[in-house]
């Protein structure tokens, strides 16, 4: 059996907002809810969604960048919301992160050397010539040369400063890159090169990735298994292929029918529906997809649908799915 790399058991993120009035009460968001998870050493996990759905929160929690509100967040078995400054930057050689924009995650006034070589610092037993050895070796691999250690991020073009992000998350050789919208702000034919290589490097050195995405064919490329992420909450968990081709929940139905594709006759991107991905949730509604779904019944307004499995490796939160199978 493979080794949980990273678990999420019930997390929740919440997060108070500007009073709008002088004696009212801040206002509450719930931006992660009630989540949990299990990734396996090997097997990437995507997470998908649309903007605002709690993605980019639930990678900042995997990376202890933030602290849950509740529930607890496991790497390795290490509670990290348990562990001192010290000993979580200790624990960060086996998870990293890449960035969505490589123009704004790489300091302007640091050498690509400094850059790359930062994250070694909290590994005491790495010393300056060892330092310059990685350096070499992870730019290498992610197809830059050595002689690009002495330069700035400005000198490189976009898809080479999120090679060089890269490089930075795999020095320290670690077992997790949670990578948040990596080729998200690069041009078409770059992420292509990125995506490869990333592929190639999960290969090479053996790493797990979370990717968080809003593009599924992104998704569908890097990852064993997909979560669907919708207000915070996940509703649709499975492989790529189940998800893609025989989605269960509504939300992600509509995911995939939002998805552009080309028309033969006039050779333009035609959405074959209307967007459905773009709208707020009923605030009265236990299920927060309920004002939103065409099969919403009572029942949706009044009581929450917890994640239940149809078949195997394959979960959905939603009352009506046995129904909605059987009537198909």
Same mark, same amino acid.
């Given at each position: ?84 400054? &010290? ?27 400094? %850059? ?13 010539? #060892? ?39 795999? %020095? ?8 948040? #919208? ?102 009265? &509604? ?23 499995? %149809? ?18």
């Amino acid at each position: 059996m493979s080794e949980t790399l990273l678990s999420l058991d019930q997390v929740t993120r919440s997060y108070r907002l500007p009073r709008e009035r002088l004696w009212a009460a801040a206002p509450l968001v719930h931006a992660v809810r009630g989540v949990s998870l299990r990734m396996s050493s090997g097997k990437s996990l995507g997470v998908v969604g649309e903007s605002g759905s709690g993605k980019s929160t639930l990678a900042r929690l995997a990376m202890a960048l933030e602290a849950p509100t509740s529930g607890t967040v496991h790497i390795l078995g290490q509670a990290l919301q348990q562990l001192g400054a &010290a000993a979580l930057r200790e624990a960060r050689r086996n998870f990293q992160m890449v960035f969505q924009d490589p123009y704004g995650s790489l300091d302007p006034r640091q050498t690509v050397q400094r %850059i790359i070589t930062e994250p070694l610092t909290a590994l005491p037993d790495v010393d300056g010539a #060892e330092r310059q050895r990685r350096a070499r070796e992870v730019l290498g691999a992610v197809g830059l040369r050595g002689t690009d250690l002495a330069k700035y991020p400005h000198e490189f073009s976009g898809g080479q400063r999120q090679r060089v992000a890269i490089a930075r998350a795999l %020095i320290t050789r670690p077992r997790l890159i949670v990578a948040d #919208e990596p080729v998200s702000a690069l041009d078409v034919s770059v992420q292509a090169q990125v995506l490869n290589l990333m592929q190639d490097l999960a290969k090479q050195f053996g790493v797990t990735y979370l990717l968080i995405s809003h593009d599924l064919a992104v998704v569908d490329y890097l990852c064993d298994e997909v979560a669907v992420i919708y207000q915070g909450r996940i509703v649709e968990q499975g492989s790529p292929l189940t998800l893609f081709k025989s989605a269960a929940h509504p939300y992600t139905q509509a995911l995939i029918a939002a998805v552009p594709r080309v028309s033969t006759e006039i050779g333009s991107a035609r959405r074959r529906h209307p967007a459905m991905v773009a709208s707020n949730p009923h605030p009265g &509604a236990a299920c927060p997809y309920a004002a939103r779904c065409p099969q919403a019944q009572a029942q949706c307004e009044v009581q929450r649908p917890e994640l239940q499995t %149809i078949a195997s490796g394959h979960q959905v939160a939603c009352h009506f799915v046995a129904g909605r199978a059987a009537a198909a």
